[in-house]
C-alpha cells in the first residue's frame, strides 16, 4: 500500500513537470472567435483630412459571421454628427475584417478592416473606410477592446455660399475608433 502512494506521488510529480498539462505552468489561454455571430459596438472620431468643417463623430454597430479564427463578414451600420451646420448623416456597410493571431501575443491581435457602403441623410455619398488596429482579448472569453486608425473616402454636395449651386467635395478624414467586440 505505500509503494502505491509513492508511485502516484511519483507519476503526480512527472505530470507536473510536463509544462503543457501542469497545473502550476499552465498558461491560461484566451479562446479565439470560433464560427459563429458576432458583433462590435463602439465610437469613431474622425478629423477632416482637407477641411476641418468636414470632422465627424460616429457610432457605430456591425454584425455578422466570424468564419475562422481570423475572418469576419458581416454588415453594419454608423449615425455620424458632422460638425458642419448640424449635419447628420447614417451609412450601412458591408465589413470585413482580418485577425492577425499569434503575430504579437495571443492576447493582443492586429487587424486590418474595410467597411464599404453608402451614407444617407445630410450627407449622400458612397464610403469607404478601411482600418488598421488591434483587438485586446479581456479574460479567456473571445470579448475584447478594438482600437483603429482609419482613413474615411467619402464626398459631400453641399451649397456655395455666393453661388447657391450644389458643389461636390471631398469628405475624407482621418479617424481614431474605440469599441467593444463579442
Same mark, same amino acid.
Given at each position: ?45 474622425? *478629423? +477632416? ?6 470632422? &465627424?463623430?460616429?457610432?457605430?454597430? %456591425? /454584425? ?5 479564427? $481570423? ?60 482600418? *488598421? +488596429? ?6 479567456? &472569453?473571445?470579448?475584447?477592446?478594438? %482600437? /483603429? ?5 467619402? $464626398? ?27
Amino acid at each position: 500500500a505505500a509503494d502505491v502512494g509513492v508511485l502516484a506521488q511519483s507519476v503526480d510529480t512527472a505530470e507536473n513537470t510536463d509544462s503543457s498539462t501542469s497545473a502550476e505552468t499552465r498558461v491560461v489561454r484566451p479562446k479565439f472567435h470560433k464560427p459563429g455571430f458576432r458583433c462590435f459596438i463602439g465610437n469613431k472620431y474622425e *478629423l +477632416g483630412a482637407e477641411l476641418w468643417d468636414f470632422s &465627424r463623430s460616429t457610432i457605430y454597430a %456591425v /454584425a455578422g459571421y466570424q468564419a475562422n479564427p $481570423y475572418l469576419f463578414v458581416g454588415a453594419g451600420a454608423g449615425y455620424s454628427s458632422w460638425d458642419i451646420q448640424d449635419c447628420v448623416s447614417v451609412s450601412l456597410f458591408a465589413d470585413m475584417r482580418v485577425e492577425l493571431h499569434k503575430a504579437i501575443r495571443r492576447r493582443v491581435s492586429p487587424y486590418v478592416e474595410l467597411q464599404v457602403g453608402y451614407a444617407v441623410g445630410d450627407v449622400k455619398s458612397s464610403y469607404l473606410s478601411p482600418q *488598421l +488596429g488591434c483587438h485586446f482579448n479581456v479574460g479567456r &472569453r473571445p470579448i475584447g477592446i478594438s %482600437v /483603429a486608425l482609419s482613413y474615411s473616402v467619402q $464626398y459631400a454636395d453641399i451649397s456655395n455660399v455666393l453661388t447657391h449651386e450644389m458643389e461636390r467635395v471631398t469628405a475624407d478624414a482621418y479617424g481614431l475608433a474605440i469599441g467593444l467586440d463579442f
